[in-house]
């Protein structure tokens, strides 16, 4: 049983690994004006529920099957990402929005978070592949 919990933690955690890598090169796209706010915030939203669920599914499997450490560690980055998809003001599009993208260094803020996602999901990577092994 729990060589299948790892097994599809690892899988998510790749597809995570690949959302990240997404994230980054559509925003950086963006920086350097090879698209508009406009496509870059509608292919980023697109991707913004199936990270939550995916992310969301792994820390409860987690504690599911009663890993704490590795829950605890999905936790907060779980949270995170619930939090900033509730707190979406009204009448913009999503978590990303076309209209405030350039505003108040919000493009540098979310590459920030894309870079730093990603380094977490590098390490949680290594984490399932060594707890499929034991």
């Known amino acids: 049983m ?6 599809f933690s690892l899988l998510d955690c790749c597809a995570l690994i690949f959302l990240s ?22 292919k980023l939203n697109k991707w913004v529920i199936p990270e939550l669920v995916g992310h969301t599914l792994v820390t409860v499997l987690m504690l599911i099957s009663l890993h704490w450490f590795i829950f605890l560690l999905n936790l907060p980055v779980a949270a995170w990402n619930i939090y900033r998809y509730i707190m979406v003001p009204s009448g913009n599009m999503g978590v990303f929005d076309p209209t405030e993208i350039h505003n108040r260094g919000q493009l540098k803020s979310h590459m920030k978070e894309a870079m730093i996602k990603l380094g977490f999901h590098l390490l949680c990577f290594f984490m399932y592949l060594y707890s499929v092994q034991l």
């Open 2 to 7: 729990e060589a299948v919990v790892f097994v």
């Open 21 to 42: 890598v997404y994230f980054i090169i559509t925003l950086s796209d963006l920086e350097c004006d090879y698209i508009n706010a406009r496509s870059c915030c509608s």
